[in-house]
């Protein structure tokens, strides 16, 4: 048996058993993480930037599970080209900057129907939906769409037939769209454990 039959059984092993714990709503506690990969519009100022960064999620029995993504963002390479506003051999007017995103409680549900689609399309039929207001500093500070009122920020992963959770992508609505856009943000589960 090669390397890849082993770790594929096993891939379909921790997949069962979260498949189990998903279905019958005992999730005694699931840690999902991962990383964004991603770009926003040409629309928002500044954009379209680069989008990086670490996420993790974790989902209790109540129903409810709390989120973080550590990103950085930049204006890519697109916009280089696109904007006056950057110039090539000045790395600092590509305008780099952080944000910290906190969930906290988000209202969870397992309907993949609801969530964005991806190109190749994922093909499981079990998702883990997260939604709840969301927090976005900027540089260490409230993000300046803060100010403007509260953004709500929708969590999907899904998966396929190989790895039943691979997918991620992050939606915003309300003021964060400005600077993140309305589009999906998607990014790839890494890691999934339970305790």
Not at 10 to 16: D, M, N, P, Y
Request: glycine content about 10%; charged content about 15%; overall charge negative.
């Amino acid at each position: 048996m090669t390397n890849k039959h082993i770790l594929r059984i096993f891939g379909i092993a921790v997949a069962l058993m979260l498949l189990g714990l998903l279905s019958a709503q005992d999730l005694r506690f699931v840690h999902f993480a991962g990383f964004v990969n991603d770009y926003s519009p040409s629309t928002v100022a500044g954009g379209p930037y680069e989008i990086r960064g670490q996420w993790t999620l974790d989902v209790d029995r109540s129903g409810t599970a709390n989120f973080s993504a550590d990103l950085t963002m930049e204006t890519s390479d697109y916009g280089i080209n696109s904007t006056a506003q950057v110039d090539p051999a000045n790395p600092a007017t590509r305008m780099p900057h952080t944000h910290h995103i906190r969930l906290t409680g988000g209202k969870v549900t397992y309907d993949p129907g609801v969530c964005p689609a991806n190109n190749p399309p994922t093909t499981g039929t079990t998702a883990v939906v997260v939604t709840g207001a969301a927090t976005t500093a900027g540089n260490g500070s409230p993000a300046p769409f803060e100010a403007k009122g509260e953004s709500t920020l929708q969590i999907c992963i899904t998966g396929g037939s190989d790895v039943d959770f691979s997918n991620v992508t992050l939606v915003y609505t309300g003021p964060a769209t400005t600077h993140f856009g309305a589009q999906p943000i998607h990014g790839v589960v890494r890691l999934v454990s339970t305790k």
